[in-house]
């Protein structure tokens, strides 16, 4: 992943855009905190990384194998 921000960094300050901050990550849950580490110590992206971002499917279900998520609200959506 930093591999690709930087690249992506690199082109936007090309353009003129050094100024537009970044959110990366998109992930679905189960999300790993070990994912976020080499991206939190890249210290060149400091500055250019306003946040990380996680998403699920459905209603919020952590799995969105489960019979009938699309359709009811689970616990972690109603809370």
């Known amino acids: 992943m930093v591999t690709t921000v930087r690249a992506v960094a690199k082109r936007m300050d090309a353009a003129g855009l050094g100024d537009v901050k970044l959110v990366v990550a998109c992930d679905a849950p189960p ?6 580490g ?3 110590e890249a ?8 946040a ?6 459905g209603d ?10 699309y359709d ?8």
């Open 38 to 40: 080499p991206m939190l």
């Open 60 to 69: 919020g279900d952590e799995g969105d194998a489960t019979p009938l998520w």
């Open 31 to 36: 999300v790993s905190m070990d994912r976020f």
């Open 43 to 50: 210290k060149d992206l400091v500055g250019r990384v306003l």
């Open 72 to 79: 009811g609200e689970s616990e972690r959506a109603a809370s």
């Open 52 to 57: 990380f971002s996680t998403h699920t499917y």
